[in-house]
């Protein structure tokens, strides 16, 4: 168990709806991130957050959003579903930034969110 | 574009063999990470390496950074089948915030 918890684990809905992810880090972890991987394919990094703010942004559609709130949970939003955010999203969450040396900097998954677009 | 490349990007090896994969960036990265991923499942953080030339062993795993920091390798001796799933390399390049993962070499053994 890598202590970070994501809900749902799978999410099934149409094209053209919206749905929200979550994301609980790691105690004490400031710092969230956000990846996409479809099938067979590799991460591709979406964003990251750092104590509520935005710290790293990667490929992310305009039509998605995130936002880390006050207690370090986030959220990742997605909109106008298409057939191709079919995915599985990854939420990790590290110590990065928390004052500690950047060489601990280890990213820990959480089980992840399947979901498809139909 | 994707600036660090994996490869092989899939490997069948018959239980026994060895099995390497390499990871390359375009530019220089300040550490690298590898991270397994088994079939299902989420990826996993098995280690950091941040020296150049740097060289680390996990039982029957070694992994290796480059003399120029742009390149890493990860060799298992004598796979087991418990070695099946997919393992990615992740590196910050100098000044980024975020890790760049690697395109990830799937790894099945055939018992």
Redesign the interface.
């Given at each position: 168990d890598?202590g970070v918890t994501q809900t749902p684990k799978h999410l099934i809905t149409a094209t053209g709806q919206r749905v929200t992810l979550r994301c609980s880090p790691r105690s004490g972890d400031l710092s969230v991130?956000w990846?996409q991987q479809s099938l067979?394919q590799?991460?591709q990094?979406l964003i990251?957050y750092y104590n509520g703010e935005e710290?790293?942004k990667?490929n992310i559609l305009e039509r998605f959003s995130a936002q880390q709130f006050p207690d370090l949970h986030s959220e990742l939003n997605l909109s106008s579903l298409e057939l191709g955010d079919s995915a599985l999203y990854?939420c990790?969450s590290s110590t990065?930034g928390s004052g500690r040396a950047?060489?601990k900097?280890?990213?820990?998954?959480?089980?992840?969110t399947r979901l498809s677009v139909l | 574009g994707q600036q660090v490349m994996q490869i092989p990007q899939y490997q069948h090896v018959q239980e026994g063999e060895d099995f390497t994969t390499y990871c390359n960036s375009s530019t220089t990265l300040s550490n690298i990470q590898w991270y397994k991923q088994r079939p299902g499942g989420h990826p996993v953080f098995l280690i950091q390496l941040v020296k150049s030339g740097e060289v680390k062993k996990q039982k029957r795993l070694t992994f290796q950074f480059g003399e120029a920091k742009k390149n890493s390798s990860l060799h298992i001796t004598a796979t087991q089948t418990t070695d099946v799933g997919t393992y990615f390399c992740a590196g910050f390049k100098t000044g980024a915030n975020n890790l760049f993962f690697g395109t990830g070499t799937r790894l099945t053994v055939i018992p």
């Open positions: 890598s991130y990846y067979d590799g991460l990094f990251q710290r790293a990667g990854f990790a990065e950047r060489t900097n280890i990213q820990y998954f959480g089980a992840g | -």
